[in-house]
Nanobody, 115 residues
Framework: QARLMESGGGLVQSGGSLRLSCAAP????????MGWYRQAPGNQRELVAH???????YYAGSVKGRFTISRDNAKNTVYLQMNSLKPEDTAVYYC?????????WGQGTQVTVFS
């Protein structure tokens, strides 16, 4: 049973915004760097962004300046604010520990950006 639960995806026009959420068990969240990954059809899953327990962040070059990762340690939740979305951002988005994914993958949340 997946313990990571992503939500917030949807269909959005190019240039639009979405905010993704991921709830994780405290046993994972409390002391691990958490990240957002994405997988587009035909592509390998890639790390998009991650955030340490003290809030230090990393972004892949393709999303830097457009996406913002944050976490609420009290709620065991990590967020991904996605602005200025592009069609190439279309993918299923997942959360997991980072930079190595050590937990079972959740079902992800679909983000589709149309032009």
């Amino acid at each position: 049973q997946a313990r990571l639960m992503e939500s917030g995806g949807g269909l959005v026009q190019s240039g639009g915004s979405l905010r993704l959420s991921c709830a994780a068990p405290g046993s994972i969240f409390s002391y691990k760097t958490m990240g957002w990954y994405r997988q587009a059809p035909g592509n390998q899953r890639e790390l998009v962004a991650h955030i340490t327990i003290i809030g230090s962040t990393y972004y892949a070059g393709s999303v830097k300046g457009r996406f913002t990762i944050s976490r609420d340690n009290a709620k065991n939740t990590v967020y991904l604010q996605m602005n200025s979305l592009k069609p190439e951002d279309t993918a299923v988005y997942y959360c997991n520990t980072a930079p190595s994914a050590t937990e079972a993958w959740g079902q992800g949340t679909q983000v589709t950006v149309f032009s």
